[in-house]
Structure formats: structure tokens, C-alpha cells
């Protein structure tokens, strides 16, 4: 995910590719399939698959740091998205959490 709609990505023989989408929602589209392919190309889904949907604002982030997020999580279920399970998006706030192992 990148600024004015764009998303790139590196393939398998690390060919750097650039999309730019016409909309917000178009990228936020987009970055659901990517996740969705993600799933189904993993031989187990023995774990938690995360994928940005939208630019965040400032600088970036890294281990030790403290932020505030909007989420939703979403079970996989007949190989696409299935029901929510847990959201703040619709909440007066954000959580707060601080990144890092065992942390979140």
C-alpha cells in the first residue's frame, strides 16, 4: 500500500510491480484479494494472515513502538472472506497497542 492509491509488490523473481487504482476503494479491494490469494495458496492455514488495507499517516513503525489502530478481522471461510469476528472501525476509539513480540 502506497500513497494516491498505488500498491506494489515484488514477484517470485523479484520484479518490482506498481498498481494505481482510480479510487481509495479500489486499492482497499484490491489489498482483500491479495490476502484472499494469500490463503489460498498457503498449504495450512495454521495461523494469523495480516494485510495493510489503507496508508497510514506519519512516520513508520517498528518493534517497540506504541500506535493506534483501526482493525477488522475476518474469518476465512469457503476460500474467501467470511465473518467478521472484530472490529473497532465503527468505535468512537482506536486501540492502542504497542508493537512487538508478545505485544500484540
Known amino acids: 500500500v502506497q500513497p494516491n492509491n ?12 506498481s498498481i494505481m487504482f482510480e479510487s481509495e476503494k479500489a486499492a482497499m479491494d484490491f489489498s482483500r484479494q491479495v490476502c484472499i490469494a494469500k490463503c489460498n495458496s498457503s498449504p495450512v492455514l495454521d495461523s494469523v494472515l495480516c494485510q495493510d488495507l489503507l496508508l ?8 517497540g513502538d506504541s500506535l493506534e489502530v483501526a482493525y477488522t478481522g475476518w474469518l476465512f471461510q469457503n476460500n474467501g472472506l467470511g465473518q467478521v469476528f472484530d472490529s473497532n472501525v465503527n468505535k468512537d476509539k482506536l486501540l492502542r497497542l504497542r508493537l512487538g513480540a508478545g505485544k500484540v
Open 56 to 63: 497510514g499517516e506519519g512516520q513508520g513503525v517498528e518493534g
Open 6 to 17: 498505488y500498491s506494489t509488490f515484488y514477484d517470485d523473481q523479484r520484479q518490482n510491480w
